[in-house]
């Protein structure tokens, strides 16, 4: 039985103020394409759907011409909210879409969604579980001892009622504790929505969405399969692809990634001005790409994007690199945030403002009011 998975199309998405909209039918396109050539039993799409929690009108008709062409091919297609979705709104007319074939996750309600697939080995279980936070689950099963990301999703898992003997998928929308992070994703102060990826382990495959690059997590069958384009610079080395998923008997899974060619690449493109426009006469590359331009001369140049521009239509972003900026980064004295919990960050700003630590009922106090804020 195979699979497509997919995740984070985020549709609608602007990056450095340029729309990703075309780039965003271009790379479906192919998608469809993928699907006629290695005709899947499903395609799963792990979250962050939007961009949005409230898309514009071209992003929900981009997503109306997606799930349109899936029903059209008669695939059966599995889709569930992330963190920018809005769960209920995804969901609308989810029970009347389920008939095409296009099987949206509703909000968790604390019941499971399950979807069961035959072939010669047998059934094979495909969970769907959106984005959850810990007063997500806290609120169906008020009684568990929830007191983080990972119990939560635990205690949703342990409720599903999984059996083991079968072959099992779950689609779900979390940050697994380690996986590597692009600048275009959401970051969480102290790491607080860390799930270990030991709550995953009665599933053959977990079909991971949130994180933009793809990537394993510990066992070859946890993975993120990483957005369809490059949403950051820092992804400009990815390779971006879909990731394929064939499923034997219980035990049997094997993996393939299929590349994807963007419309426009991005790029970065480091060096003097007269380097940059020197190299530009003489390489043959696609000027149409997105470009962030880093400029190493010690001094400004005056209007060098819209001068670059006259090269390069698509640039994004301009920097410099030299030893103004340097320097500044040197003694600009940035926190790692996410190496520290939230009451150890509003302790050293409460010390630094005081000149004295908070006292054990101060952070008694502020320790509550950071898990009622986070919750909310």
């Known amino acids: 039985m195979k699979f497509i998975h997919l995740s984070d199309l985020h549709i609608g998405k602007r990056v450095n103020e340029f729309s990703m909209l075309e780039d965003q039918r271009y790379i479906l396109s192919q998608i469809y394409g993928i699907i006629d050539s290695i005709q899947p039993d499903g395609v799963i799409v792990a979250g962050d759907v939007y961009d949005k929690t409230t898309p514009s009108e071209d992003a929900v008709q981009l997503l109306n011409e997606f799930v349109c062409t899936l029903a059209e091919k008669q695939v059966n297609t599995y889709i569930i909210s992330g963190n920018h979705d809005s769960a209920r709104r995804l969901a609308f007319a989810s029970r009347l879409i389920g008939k095409s074939g296009i099987h949206i996750s509703p909000a968790y309600n604390g019941q499971p969604v399950k979807h069961t697939l035959t072939d010669s080995h047998g059934p094979v279980n495909i969970y769907m579980l959106p984005f959850v936070k810990p007063a997500h689950v806290r609120r169906f099963y008020p009684e568990a001892d929830i007191a983080g990301y990972t119990d939560a999703v635990q205690v949703a898992v342990d409720n599903m009622g999984v059996d083991t003997s079968e072959r099992n998928i779950i689609i779900t929308h979390q940050f697994v504790t380690g996986a590597d992070r692009s600048e275009s994703e959401e970051l969480s102060v102290g790491g607080t929505d860390n799930v270990d990826v030991s709550v995953f382990d009665c599933f053959d495959y977990v079909a991971l969405g949130h994180i933009h690059g793809p990537q394993k997590m510990g066992r070859d069958t946890v993975r993120y399969c990483g957005t369809p384009l490059k949403y950051s610079f820092s992804e400009a080395g990815h390779t971006k692809s879909v990731t394929i998923v064939e499923m034997g008997e219980k035990g049997d899974v094997k993996?393939?990634?299929?590349?994807?060619?963007?419309?426009?690449?991005?790029?970065?493109?480091?060096?003097?001005?007269?380097?940059?426009?020197?190299?530009?006469?003489y390489e043959k590359t696609n000027t149409d790409d997105y470009i962030q331009v880093i400029l190493t001369d010690e001094d400004d140049i005056p209007d060098a994007i819209s001068r670059l521009r006259v090269i390069y239509p698509n640039i994004m972003q301009l920097k410099y690199d030299n030893m103004r900026t340097r320097t500044h980064r040197e003694t600009g004295g940035a926190t790692d945030v996410e190496s520290k919990s939230p009451l150890q960050l509003f302790s050293e700003f409460f010390e630094s403002q005081n000149n004295r630590p908070m006292s054990d009922r101060q952070q008694r106090f502020v320790r509550q009011l950071i898990e009622k804020i986070w919750e909310d």
């Open 255 to 281: 993996i393939t990634a299929q590349p994807l060619v963007p419309l426009h690449d991005m790029r970065i493109v480091k060096g003097t001005y007269n380097e940059i426009t020197h190299r530009a006469n």
